[in-house]
Each structure stands twice: as C-alpha cells, then as structure tokens.
Nanobody, 124 residues
C-alpha cells in the first residue's frame, strides 16, 4: 500500500514536500516514482529513484526544482518541490516498480503499485 500526502495550495515560487508512505511489501527494495496528472491530460513521469537512492531521474521541466529522496528505514519516499509554477498543478501519484533491479523507468506501465494521489495547486 502506498499513501501519498503533502499536497496543497501554494503560490507560484513557493515550495511543497510530498511524502509517500509504503507498507505491506518490501518497498525498500523497489525503485519508486512520482507521476502527475493534470485535468484532461495523461499521467506523466516526474521523478524516480532507485532502491538505495543511488540513481535518480527527472522529467526535464522539473530538473533543478524538484528533488526525489527516500528513507528506507521509514519506508517513505519524498518529493521536494521548489520554485513551483502554475503548470505544476496536478494530482501527484507515487508508484513502485517491484522488479528490484536498481533501474529507474519513466513509463507508467513499468510500475506495479500506485498510491491514491495528492492534489497540488499552484496559483499565479
């Protein structure tokens, strides 16, 4: 089970930190990802991290603004979002890739488990 939290309403230029608490499976061995879906649009990859945090990947539009991290002792993955823009407005989902191979993938079909989503709204 994945439980995302931390979303909210923030002004442009502000920051939010999303959390994804995992339970029920050995998520500390899985690569984890954050995706987002804006109204009327497809769900898209935002950031991903390998099981030990040694590998990360970001979608181009968030590079330098967002940082993904994880604390395996707490079974939690984070997404620190800085310099937020109105176009970052979306529902954000965390997801887990159970292959435990150390790679980070951007495709939604690479991920096996999904959280319920948390709304992020950035006002201009």
């Amino acid at each position: 089970q994945l439980q995302a939290s931390g979303g909210g309403l923030v002004q442009a230029g502000g920051s939010l930190r999303l959390s994804c608490a995992a339970s029920g499976r050995p998520f500390s061995r899985y690569s984890m990802g954050w995706f987002r879906q804006a109204p009327g649009k497809e769900r898209k990859f935002v950031a991903g991290i390998s099981w030990n945090g040694g590998g990360t990947s970001y979608e181009d539009s968030v590079k330098g603004r967002f940082t993904i991290s994880r604390d395996n002792a707490k079974n939690t993955v984070y997404l620190q979002m800085n310099s937020l823009k109105p176009e970052d407005t979306a529902v954000y989902y965390c997801a887990a890739d159970q292959r435990a191979d150390g790679f980070v993938f951007a495709g939604i079909y690479e991920y096996d488990y999904w959280g319920q989503g948390t709304q992020v709204t950035v006002s201009s």
